[in-house]
């Protein structure tokens, strides 16, 4: 997620069976901690400087697929 280009959360799902919370990832979009584009999730220029508490949000939400 630090990357620029974010993660591809289809493809984590597939890899590792694991998906983080919509609603989580809901909740960062809505506070504009983070941007979707397809299914890339990415952080935003606010997103960056709270880059630790942002995946320590989706890693807590992390469920089976």
């Known amino acids: 997620l630090r ?3 974010g993660v591809d ?3 984590l799902a597939a890899r590792t069976g ?3 919370s919509q609603q989580v990832v809901g909740a960062l979009l809505a506070a ?5 584009t ?4 990415a952080l935003t220029p606010a ?8 995946v320590g949000r ?6 089976a697929q």
């Open 18 to 20: 694991f998906a983080p």
């Open 38 to 41: 397809g299914p890339r999730l």
């Open 58 to 63: 989706l890693i807590a939400s992390l469920r």
């Open 9 to 11: 959360l289809e493809a």
């Open 3 to 5: 990357a620029a280009e």
């Open 47 to 54: 997103g960056f400087p709270l880059c630790d508490g942002v």
């Open 32 to 36: 504009g901690l983070a941007a979707r």
